[in-house]
């Protein structure tokens, strides 16, 4: 057996079923072995921005890791941005990524770079095959610490620990779950919900399951508070039988407003909200002075299990849960606004639907709306590293080929990795594009307005403006083997996306604001 061969098979053992794939040369040991070693589908992804965003994808759907194979230190760096995303929603993707072989490595070839200083930014842990033989159990160092700190691990394969003869089969521990939360931290935050004041709970990470969600209702109900969702949830369930939750929003000033008279923040699996960026007089930390904060998980801890213990301890667990009223959501009729996308979407997307969520200044509306629609999960960009969208779509549709994947995608970011419309067409996913096509980067154009330009020179324009020439979005995606129309008002988009529901296989709708 090669090193290859052994790395593989150690990964079947470890549950590994898909590999998202961009090699190269130094790959070509393991691009071999995966014929040798069945069991592990891979999908090629034409760019590695592609690779990365469908792992992650695909593992906040699956619930167990994917793994990247990555071209030396050049193609991770391609890879890196939907890395972070992946890291700030804590997904554990295995990175497998090829270096040179050994004693090349002194040689400075042109690909030779420092991967560790590439990876180490994005991984909660990195490290190297040191011969073919210890190859496996590197993999499953590499895999355990992805499910343990629930991160990006980063292997890096040598060339000749791959094509090498002796490679083995490691063993396989079983896979950590998240850490738990403690029974004192528990009781701490249990005595501040008894106080008798306003409290309200964030959640993030698994507390925003369906069980989550309701647990943390049924608290809130007890003790007289009201339940609050992190700005961007790697994973939130919704539908009829989820209680509703507000989402933080953008902008400080309104992350402050919304928290304004709550005597304590509760957080569940998130941290303390924070300012997307620096803003003159605003602070940092968007906590409302006189608001007490308070850790009922961390990130990365079982907030989930820990809600179930808050329960207990609060009166939660026999609370009822609150009448909600479900927002109407009315046809769009006319030409298209960010709220009619919104709209169409909720009123056309079907049972179990997964929404894949980059529109960024054009989804605003659907958090709000989303109540209204089919039990569905939602998931998001977050990491604010634009480009996720057509990639983590892609990777959904992996995990759940029974479900139908709706990318609510901007024009804007699409355009960083639009090839993942390719593996989409390769792989006959049914992933249904709404591009919301504006032409301009609008969230640049309001935050020019928010920096007191109102009115930007040329320069300043050019820099966020998609037009002249405007993308075409059909001719598009139509190159990569994908299905599309244009819809310039509510009643072609409801049209055209009740019809990409029907059909299995990729489409896409571009929806023109």
Sequence with gaps: MKG???????????????????????????????????????????????????????????????????????????????????RRARTPVINVVGEHATWHQSADAPLASDIES???????????????????????EARQAALRD?????????????????????DVPPAPGPAEVGQEQVDSVAKVLASGERPALLLGGNALSADGIRTAARIAAAVGGEVLAERSPARIERGPDVPPLRSLP?????????????????????????AFFGYEGMPSVLVPEGTQLHTLAEPGQDA?????????????????LPASQRPEVRAPQGDLTSSAIAAAIVLTQPQGAIVVNEGVSSS?????????????TEITLTGGAIGMGIPAATGAAVACPDRHVIDFQAD?????????????????LDVTTVICSNSRYRILEAELSRAGVDRPGPAAAGMTALGDPAPDWTALAAGFGVPAVRATTGVQLLDALRQASREPGPHLVEAVI
């Design 4 to 86: 290859a061969e052994g790395l593989l098979a150690t990964a079947i053992e470890a549950g590994v079923r898909v590999c998202f794939a961009n090699p190269g040369t130094t790959e070509m040991p393991l691009v071999e072995a995966f014929d040798a070693v069945p069991g592990i589908r891979t999908v090629l992804g034409l760019s590695e921005g592609v690779v990365t965003g469908a792992a992650d994808g695909y593992t906040r759907m699956a619930g167990v890791p994917a793994m990247t194979l990555l071209h030396l230190g050049p193609g991770f760096a391609n890879g890196i941005a939907n890395l972070h995303n992946a």
């Design 118 to 140: 590439l990876a180490a930014p994005v991984s909660g842990w990195v490290g190297r095959t040191t011969s073919a033989r210890s190859a496996g159990a590197e993999f499953v």
């Design 150 to 170: 629930r991160l990006p691990a980063t292997l890096i394969a040598a060339a000749d620990h791959m094509w090498s003869e002796g490679g083995t089969t490691a």
């Design 250 to 274: 953008y902008f400080p000033e309104d992350v402050l407003g919304s928290l304004e008279g709550f005597s304590h923040l509760v957080l569940v699996g998130t941290p303390a909200p924070v």
């Design 304 to 320: 989930a299990a820990a809600l179930d213990a808050l329960a207990g301890a609060t009166g939660g667990t026999d609370a009822r």
């Design 364 to 376: 605003g509306a659907y958090p709000g709306l989303a109540a209204a629609a089919p039990r569905h």
């Design 412 to 428: 804007g970011s699409a355009l960083y990795t639009l090839q993942g419309l390719w593996t989409q067409a390769r792989q006959r």
